[in-house]
């Protein structure tokens, strides 16, 4: 299955859907998959592709040239437009206080969409809620001001929530949080989303039909673990 094709299908299904399916093709684990309660822009987005990262800091100003701002922040526009796609920036907010300023508001979301960008996650904070167009974040806070946020340096490893994502890492994300998608299990993961959720229906199904008690629980339950 091409690239293309394997982020079209995996955008069919929710992120704690393919975290299920993917402990069926390697087993239970608590790594690759963020930790805590990041703040969605919109309930029901959802974004998969190819990571970006990027560090930031909003809480003071940046002991740095205006040149050296404009170096760093045109670079990594550039690596946006250039990455494969589409890609989802991770940008961690590296300051002692993160959130005290958002980079991503209605505009960083226009110019990002502009750029091929499928959504963004970060540590730090988001606004202007309210005119994003649906452009998908996850991020850590809400604020209504910018204060001195500064885009620090870009394609290096990043921490957001607990998850350490490396540029070029395929990320399935929504509401529920963000994970990392192992390339060894990527071909594999559509059927075993199938399979899963034929499993799950026919539990659902079960608990629904007349005469369901412990024992059919049971006897359905060794049937589909």
């Known amino acids: 299955m091409d690239t293309e094709a394997t982020i079209a ?24 998959l963020t930790l805590g309660r990041p703040i969605a822009s919109d309930p029901a987005m959802r974004m998969v592709g190819h990571a970006v990262t990027a560090r930031m800091t909003s809480d003071r100003p940046a002991p740095l040239a205006q040149a050296e701002k404009d170096a760093i922040r045109f670079g990594y526009y550039r690596m946006v437009d250039r990455g494969p796609g589409p890609c989802i920036v991770v940008m961690q907010d590296v300051g002692e206080r993160p959130g005290l300023g958002a980079i991503w508001g209605e505009v ?80 594999a993961l559509p059927d ?28 359905l339950w060794q049937k589909t673990h």
Do not use: K
Not at 15 to 31: D, I, M, Q, Y
Not at 119 to 137: C, E, K, Q, S, Y
Not at 160 to 180: C, E
């Open 192 to 219: 075993a989303i199938e399979d899963l959720l034929a499993d799950e229906q026919a539990m659902i199904d079960a608990t629904r039909a007349a005469g369901f008690d412990a024992e059919a629980l049971i006897s």
């Open 9 to 32: 299908t995996l955008r069919r299904y929710d992120t704690p859907t393919v975290w299920n399916a993917l402990t069926r093709l390697r087993g239970h684990s608590v790594e690759g």
């Open 108 to 187: 960083h979301a226009a110019i990002h969409r502009g750029l091929g960008c499928a959504g963004v996650i970060t540590n730090g904070a988001m606004r202007d809620l309210h005119a994003v167009d649906g452009f998908p974040i996850l991020a850590g806070s809400i604020c209504l001001g910018n204060g001195f946020t500064q885009i620090r340096g870009f394609g290096e490893p990043v921490t957001v929530f607990g998850l350490t994502v490396h540029p070029g890492d395929l990320i399935h994300a929504d509401r529920h949080g963000a994970m990392i998608v192992p390339p060894e299990h990527v071909a």
